[in-house]
């Protein structure tokens, strides 16, 4: 089955962006091993590059999200701290 030019870009620029390779084939209708052979021949990076960098931009994601919901814990304790001690 042949993929237009423009859903090959518009795929590799979500897994590029991030977005798990699973995720972005069943989104689009394309087999997984159809994405990684599209990376594999992506020309802007290597597969690996590629693969690495999407994993990090997710990790990068949850941490961000934890030491925004610990920060926001911190702050309600310190607030309830503040309030107990007046």
Same mark, same amino acid.
């Given at each position: 089955m042949r993929h237009s030019k423009g859903l090959k870009t518009e795929v590799l620029g979500k897994v590029r962006g991030g977005r798990r390779v699973?995720?972005?084939?069943q989104?689009? @209708?394309?087999?997984?091993?159809?994405? =990684?052979?599209?990376? +594999?021949?992506?020309?802007?990076?290597?597969? @690996?590059?590629?693969?690495?960098?999407? =994993?990090?931009?997710? +990790?990068?994601?949850a941490l961000l999200r934890m030491v925004g919901q610990l920060s926001f814990e911190a702050d309600l304790k310190e607030k309830k701290r503040a309030r107990e001690s007046r």
């Open positions: 699973s995720e972005v084939a989104e689009h @209708g394309v087999r997984e091993s159809t994405v =990684r052979s599209w990376i +594999e021949r992506d020309t802007q990076s290597p597969k @690996g590059e590629t693969l690495e960098l999407s =994993r990090l931009k997710r +990790e990068n994601e």
